[in-house]
């Protein structure tokens, strides 16, 4: 079946440290995004992608970084950087980018201990 | 305040009872997402819609352009209906950006 894969869906890490969080799609999708939740708010974009290789800030870039490599791949690690990295994570895409429905992962929550 | 507002923040019902989520929006749109969020977190479409009214089973989802709100129903609800649900729209000033409401917490009991 079609759909988004996020890996590992419960993550743990110590202050200081950098990890990746995994998104891999097989729906043939060009645009894929990271997108973060908090208890309250609505879910906030971090970083997006429209093509292979080509990748843009979102609105709480700052702290993460991410790569386009394939167009089923679209890992986000947060680094040291990132003041309060403890969310939960949901990786999404979509046909093309600011159009039609919208497919989501199951998501990854992190936790730093 | 916020672009996108729903209201209730929290619903709890009983089983088989007519249930409404309302969500206002202050800017122009291109679309409008329903979507709900089962409690390990995962997210599924329910609706996009930019006019009228969709239905899918027991859900139905309305929008007006011209009030700028939308509701999403769920007729004879269920213990298994219990969900998060969130409104998004397509926001035609940010780029067809997706702007997010914090979402309904429903609870449906038997």
């Known amino acids: 079946d079609g759909g988004i894969t996020q890996s590992p869906k419960y993550l743990f890490r110590k202050e200081g440290q950098n990890v990746t969080l995994s998104c891999e799609q097989n729906?043939?999708?060009?645009?894929m995004y990271w997108y973060r939740q908090d208890p309250g708010q609505g879910l906030r974009l971090i970083y997006y992608?429209?093509?292979?290789?080509?990748?843009q800030k979102g609105d709480i870039a700052e702290g993460y970084s991410v790569s386009r490599e394939k167009k089923e791949s679209f890992p986000l690690t947060v680094t040291s950087a990132q003041k309060n990295p403890t969310a939960f994570y949901l990786c999404?895409?979509?046909?093309?980018?600011?159009?039609?429905?919208?497919?989501f992962g199951e998501g990854s929550r992190l936790t730093v201990l | 305040k916020n672009e996108v507002e729903q209201s209730p923040q929290n619903l709890t019902a009983q089983e088989g009872e007519f249930i409404t989520i309302n969500c206002s929006y202050s800017?122009?749109?291109?679309?409008l997402h329903w979507l709900q969020q089962h409690p390990g977190g995962g997210i599924v479409s329910l609706f996009m819609?930019?006019?009228g009214k969709k239905k899918h089973g027991r859900l139905i989802a309305t929008i007006n352009i011209q009030e700028k709100h939308s509701s999403l129903h769920i007729t004879a609800s269920h213990p298994r209906d219990s969900a998060v649900y969130i409104c998004?729209?397509?926001?035609?000033?940010?780029?067809?950006?997706?702007?997010f409401g914090a979402g309904t917490i429903l609870r449906v009991k038997s």
């Open positions: 999404a895409s979509s046909i093309e980018r600011n159009t039609g429905e919208l497919f």
């Open positions: 729906l043939n999708h060009d645009a």
């Open positions: 992608s429209q093509i292979v290789n080509d990748f």
């Open positions: 800017v122009g749109i291109s679309a």
């Open positions: 819609l930019s006019s």
């Open positions: 998004a729209v397509r926001s035609r000033g940010y780029g067809n950006k997706l702007v």
